[in-house]
Antibody, heavy 115, light 112 residues
Framework: EVQLVQSGGGLVKPGGSLRLSCAAS????????VNWVRQAPGKGLECVGR??????????DYAAPVKGRFTISRDDSKNTLYLQMNSLKTEDTAVYYC??????WGQGTVVTVSS | DVVMTQSPLSLPVTFGQPASISCRSS???????????LNWFQQRPGQSPRRLIY???NRDSGVPDRFSGSGSGTDFTLKISRVEAEDVGVYYC?????????FGQGTKLEIK
């Protein structure tokens, strides 16, 4: 059974940093392209970024609102995906989801940026 | 970025009646490999999104056959043949042909 279990998140002040984790199981994580998607309170879904498998270069792509502030990484030895969020803004407040193939989704983790 | 425009944004439906959601993209979603990466998702309150349809018209495993997807190029439709109570939620189209992947605004389906 494919599972994506997220951790991290919480309340942080503007300008602060936070790291989210997404632990994967039930599939060959090292071969997977994985995405982060967020949803601001009462709003729709927004793709934040993705990371390709190492065999496909392991490169990352980001949406414009987070480029230069967020970093996606992976540890294939731990089957874990990370989202490092720096210079956080109030508009980054959202539920963050990791997703594999857009078919499998984590449970979501709440990030609140507020003073 | 590719803009995805859904209509209607609110869809009141009577139990047992059909429902239809339109999704239009600002540019063609046909990729260089000839595949159209257009997906549909359902999100129930307090839950993670659930994919229903991938590549325009393919139903994911476990999705009832009352859900169907169609369309091509820039114009796509999700249809529910007979709405049931469990179908209440917000429906999103999403394109995965061009980066960044983008979603429609969402259509809230509710029971009349």
């Amino acid at each position: 059974e494919v599972q994506l279990v997220q951790s991290g998140g919480g309340l942080v002040k503007p300008g602060g940093s936070l790291r989210l984790s997404c632990a994967a199981s039930g599939f060959t994580f090292s071969n997977a392209w994985v995405n982060w998607v967020r949803q601001a309170p009462g709003k729709g879904l927004e793709c934040v970024g993705r990371i390709k498998s190492k065999t496909d270069g392991g490169t990352t792509d980001y949406a414009a609102p987070v480029k230069g502030r967020f970093t996606i990484s992976r540890d294939d030895s731990k089957n874990t995906l990370y989202l490092q969020m720096n210079s956080l803004k109030t508009e980054d407040t959202a539920v963050y989801y990791c997703t594999y193939y857009t078919l499998y989704w984590g449970q979501g983790t709440v990030v609140t940026v507020s003073s | 970025d590719v803009v995805m425009t859904q209509s209607p944004l609110s869809l009141p439906v009577t139990f047992g009646q059909p429902a239809s959601i339109s999704c239009r993209s600002s540019q063609s979603l046909v990729s260089s490999d000839g595949t159209t990466y257009l997906n549909w998702f359902q999100q129930r309150p307090g839950q993670s999104p659930r994919r229903l349809i991938y590549k325009v018209s393919n139903r994911d495993s476990g999705v009832p056959d009352r859900f169907s997807g169609s369309g091509s190029g820039t114009d796509f439709t999700l249809k529910i043949s007979r709405v049931e109570a469990e179908d209440v939620g917000v429906y999103y189209c999403m394109q995965a042909t061009h980066w960044p992947y983008t979603f429609g605004q969402g259509t809230k389906l509710e029971i009349k």
